[in-house]
């Protein structure tokens, strides 16, 4: 089993940044993918990006140039740098990790507005 627990949410200004992390605890060994998903209000879940064990990233055409995966050194812990951020970019944001199957964090919310 893997926990995965999310912070750094809250509410900025559009073309504003912010920083999530989720840290991975438990059976974190042979992770192959971490990342993030995202859903807007009243929309489907919607994948923004990933990073392998290996460090190579692929992100959404939506925020490509703009946000930026990352691990620690350890890998035990993801980040998901958002910069130039726009109203569309609100979304409840999950870090997710794949090891033999999906698990999820819990949530953050993320809002732009002015």
């Known amino acids: 089993q893997v926990q995965l627990v999310e912070s750094g949410g809250g509410l900025v200004q559009p073309g504003g940044s912010l920083r999530l992390s989720c840290g991975a605890s438990g059976s974190t060994f042979g992770i192959n993918n971490m990342g993030w998903y995202r859903q807007p209000p009243g929309k489907q879940r919607e994948w923004v990006g990933s990073i392998t064990s290996t460090g190579l990233t692929n992100y959404a055409d939506s925020v490509k140039g703009r946000f930026t995966i990352s691990t620690d050194n350890a890998k035990n812990t993801v980040f998901l740098q958002m910069d130039s951020l726009k109203p569309d970019d609100t979304a409840v944001y999950y870090c997710?990790?794949?090891?033999?199957?999906?698990?999820w964090g819990q949530g953050t919310q993320v809002t732009v507005s002015s």
């Open positions: 997710y990790v794949q090891k033999l199957r999906i698990y």
